[in-house]
């Protein structure tokens, strides 16, 4: 027995659109990042997007979390909470938008983007590509009858590879009539391991990678989540259907993401690790 639901094609109208609606907001929210505003403007900004499209936001009252979206800055692996920190230039914040769209099933939609605030530096550059690639070969192993394992496996591959790291302590998750449910998507692991994935099964994808360890460690607050080292940490997420073809990702973004996929940035080369990256940057010149 597995308590994994799967989605009908009637389902998946309302979950589609809820999932739509995450995405254009985090879209829109890539037209605001910049030195000088507040973690607290982009939660206003996301609760007004949101609510006036008759939707509610997630994460508000969600086990208490206090705001409409988490903004996590630099070394906050995960949960920030939004607040008076104003954003400068060189940071990167990795946005987490999720909708709920009460339609006669409610569902909810999750997805993440890491932006650069200004003009980011070589770390930051190379911990936030990593970051993207692990969710692109994520997304890569979707396909029914591939094990969940798969996809830990190649996101876990390709980070240690770089001489990032893959945060254990926080997963992706089956997503639709509630906020989190089953299955736990790790991204990291063993292929062949795990359940295997099913046709209309829901989940998000969304690796968290960091420059130093993998270890976290808790604030006071209950939710802000930082690297144990104060390593900087990237993160991005979609909510994706398996399907017999593979993945179909429900949060895709018809429009380039500003402040971060306009960027040559992605062309960063298999280096071992973020000094190693820094080094040939160096003597390019
Ligand atoms: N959106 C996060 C996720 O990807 C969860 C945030 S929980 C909150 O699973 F309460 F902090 F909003
Ligand atoms: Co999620
Ligand atoms: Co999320």
Redesign the pocket.
């Known amino acids: 027995m597995s308590a994994i639901e799967l989605m009908t094609p009637r389902m998946l109208l309302d979950m589609r659109r809820s999932c739509q609606l995450a995405a254009d907001c985090l879209t829109a929210v890539g037209d605001m990042i910049e030195p000088g505003i507040t973690t607290d403007a982009i939660d206003r900004f996301v609760n007004d997007y949101i609510v006036s499209r008759d939707a509610y936001p ?2 508000l009252d ?2 208490g ?1 206090p705001k409409s979206v ?1 903004t996590s800055v630099n070394d906050c692996v ?2 920030g909470i939004p607040g008076p920190y104003i954003l400068k230039d060189g940071d990167i914040v990795n946005v ?1 938008v ?1 909708t709920y769209l009460p339609t006669e099933h409610g569902y909810h939609g ?1 997805t ?1 983007v890491t932006f650069y605030v200004g003009q980011p530096g070589d770390e930051a550059i190379y911990v936030v590509e990593t970051a993207r690639r692990c969710l692109e070969l994520g997304i890569a192993e979707v396909k029914h009858g591939k094990r969940i394992g798969d996809i830990g496996a190649a996101i876990q591959e390709y980070a240690e590879g770089r001489g990032c790291s893959v945060v254990r302590d926080y997963v992706g ?1 089956g997503v639709g009539r509630e ?2 449910m089953p299955p736990q998507i790790p991204h990291f692991g063993k292929r062949g391991k795990d359940k295997r994935m099913k046709a209309g099964m829901v989940f ?1 994808i ?1 690796p968290m990678i960091n420059a130093g360890g993998y270890q976290t460690e808790l604030m006071d607050d209950g ?1 802000t989540v930082l690297t144990l080292d104060r390593s900087l940490s990237a993160q991005f ?1 979609h909510t994706v259907l398996v399907t017999r073809d593979g993945a179909d990702v429900l949060t895709a973004r018809p429009q380039v993401i500003r402040h971060s996929e306009d960027k040559p940035w992605a062309e960063v080369g298999p280096l071992s690790s973020p000094a190693a990256w820094s080094a040939k940057q160096e003597k390019a010149g």
Do not use: A, V
Request: proline share 5%; with cysteine; hydrophobic share 15%.
């Open positions: 997630s994460p969600y086990k979390f988490c995960c949960h987490d999720t999750d993440s998750h906020f989190h998000t969304e939710w997420e």
